[in-house]
């Protein structure tokens, strides 16, 4: 059993940064790959990005390419997701996630998910 919490949300202008972290419970975190993902009002979650489980590869969706960075600090039991530049079309709610299976961008091959913490981005 993982638990994640995620942090770090908030408000911010367009063009800005925030960085998202990601607390797992549990000494297994090593073991699994993470993921974040967002759902807009109105829309369906979304992938963002994913980290493998040793931290060597990572996977960004199109539309955050060169502006976020998903990272871990397997010793802290954490996953950062740091946004720069941001747009107001990045506005959601934004969860990470973390799997065991095959590593993937698909919601359903991760097996626990956070709360999720609030991103909003003013034009």
């Known amino acids: 059993q993982v638990q994640l919490v995620e942090s770090g949300g908030g408000l911010v202008q367009a063009g800005g940064s925030l960085r998202l972290s990601c607390a797992a419970s549990?000494?297994?975190?090593?073991?699994?790959?993470m993921g974040w993902f967002r759902q807009a009002p109105g829309k369906e979650r979304e992938f963002v990005a994913t980290i493998t489980s040793s931290g060597s590869n990572t996977d960004y969706a199109d539309s955050v390419k060169g502006r976020f960075t998903i990272s871990r600090d397997n010793a802290k039991n954490t996953v950062y997701l740091q946004m720069l530049n941001m747009k107001p079309e990045d506005t959601a709610v934004y969860y990470c996630?973390?799997?065991?299976?095959?590593?993937?961008?698909?919601?359903?091959?991760?097996?626990?998910w956070g709360q999720g913490t609030q991103v909003t981005v003013s034009s």
């Open positions: 549990g000494r297994t975190f090593s073991r699994y790959y």
């Open positions: 996630a973390a799997g065991s299976s095959v590593w993937s961008r698909s919601g359903n091959r991760y097996n626990y």
